[in-house]
């Protein structure tokens, strides 16, 4: 090491104890931000299993509002870890770049880690942010990137951990709060003044998301993109218009095709809602973290199925859209079968607008928003 060298001969290497970098601020910061992470981990895979279901995963129907819950967590989450990510790089950021020589293969693993790590992390937080805002700017497609690169973040946090673990305890003992040297022409910063900026940082970082998925605090809600407005008070993810099925959708010749082995009905809108209509309180709650709730009438879906001898089964929706990634899902059975999975015909006590999926669309409790096929053309038990 060059004892000279600017960039190693900072306050926070000169006089460890004294300066608001080090150990001190970035253990602390990076416990939150580890919490954080972890949450935002374990939502994020409960999502991801939830879409495409390993064969050993079951998620239960009820309570209805468990994604509501879990998805919302999973956003205010990694939103609240941004200013956490940036006061800790700051508290560590002189020694991040010290040219070191390689010393041993921890030291690899220290230095690898942390470039993984932060790497990762930077890009988990910044295409879960554009994906909030639905903004692509990228060209993979980003719930697998989101991921895989989320098991590259967790392991990476593991071994950093693992190698940090006697600094952290040893940073953790020592208080926080030793007034520290400015050093010549530096500004006096205490530590429990950074410490409170990555609080407040990541307070209002989280209200401000928190907002679109939190009734309550929906005056906060300034990063919400979607915090409510939308017709019959529920926010719309994609129009008719967007989807190319406005006129399809409005079409006089629309038909509703219900089918289980070689049996097979239609139904017209008019002669679902002649049908016994069932009513149900189910949130739309969106992977991009907002949600809402709503009130929904129409057609028990297991009602409709046994016009068509339904014994059991998954059961496969399939959207009047004729591409898009969300034009079809598959709907568990005991999702199938509970008394709240309806084919919605009215939304807040009115018909379903075009935009929410009219003629009808599923609304099933506790399942992502992605999954709430609008503008159903075909229901049928899979094979
Ligand atoms: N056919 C179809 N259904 C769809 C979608 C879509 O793109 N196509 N988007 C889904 C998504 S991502 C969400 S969050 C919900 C939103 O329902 P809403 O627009 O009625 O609020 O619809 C779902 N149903
Ligand atoms: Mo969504």
Redesign the pocket.
């Known amino acids: 090491m060059n004892s000279t060298d600017p960039t190693v001969e900072t306050a926070a290497s000169a006089h460890p104890g004294r300066s608001p970098r080090g150990p001190e601020v970035a253990a602390r910061v990076g416990i939150a931000l580890g919490t954080a992470i972890l949450v935002c981990f374990v939502t994020g895979l409960l999502s991801h299993w939830i879409q495409h279901p390993p064969t050993w995963f079951r998620w239960p129907v009820h309570p209805v509002w468990l994604y509501r819950l879990t998805q919302g967590a999973h956003v205010v989450s990694g939103v609240a870890a941004v200013p956490l990510v940036l006061v800790k790089l700051w508290s560590v950021y002189p020694r991040l770049f010290q040219k070191l020589r390689p010393r041993s293969p921890l030291w690899f693993a220290e230095r690898g880690s942390i470039a993984l790590l932060v790497g990762s992390v930077l890009f988990e937080l910044s295409t879960g942010l554009a994906n909030i805002a639905q903004y692509y700017p990228w060209k993979f497609f980003f719930p697998a990137a989101h991921y895989a690169m989320a098991y590259v973040a967790i392991g990476a946090m593991a071994v950093h951990l693992a190698v940090k673990l006697p600094v952290i305890r040893e940073a953790l003992a020592r208080p926080a709060d030793t007034p520290p040297d400015p050093g010549p022409g530096r500004v006096r910063v205490s530590r429990r003044a950074v410490l409170g900026a990555a609080w407040a940082g990541a307070a209002v970082a989280a209200l401000s998301v928190a907002g679109q998925t939190v009734p309550f605090l929906r005056w906060a809600a300034l990063l919400a993109p979607r915090s409510g407005h939308?017709p019959q008070g529920?926010?719309?993810?994609?129009t008719a218009a967007e989807?190319g099925?406005a006129t399809t959708a409005a079409a006089p010749g629309y038909r509703l095709v219900v089918a289980a082995g070689d049996r097979s009905r239609e139904f017209t809108r008019a002669e679902l809602t002649a049908m016994p209509q069932a009513e149900a309180n189910l949130p739309?709650?969106?992977?991009?973290g907002w949600s809402?709730a709503a009130h929904w009438s129409g057609v028990r879906l297991r009602d409709l199925l046994d016009t068509v001898g339904y014994r059991g089964g998954d059961v496969r929706l399939t959207?009047?859209?004729q591409s898009?990634?969300?034009?079809?899902s598959v709907l568990p059975a005991p999702f199938a079968a509970d008394r709240d999975t309806l084919i919605a015909l009215a939304?807040n006590g009115e018909p379903l607008d075009l935009?929410?999926?009219y003629p009808c669309?599923l609304i099933a409790p506790n399942r992502?928003?992605?999954?709430?096929?609008?503008?159903l053309s075909r229901i049928e038990v899979s094979a």
């Open positions: 939308g529920v926010p719309v993810n994609r989807a099925v739309i709650a969106c992977v991009e809402a959207s009047l859209e898009g990634l969300y034009r079809g939304l935009d929410h999926g669309r992502p928003g992605v999954l709430q096929t609008k503008w």
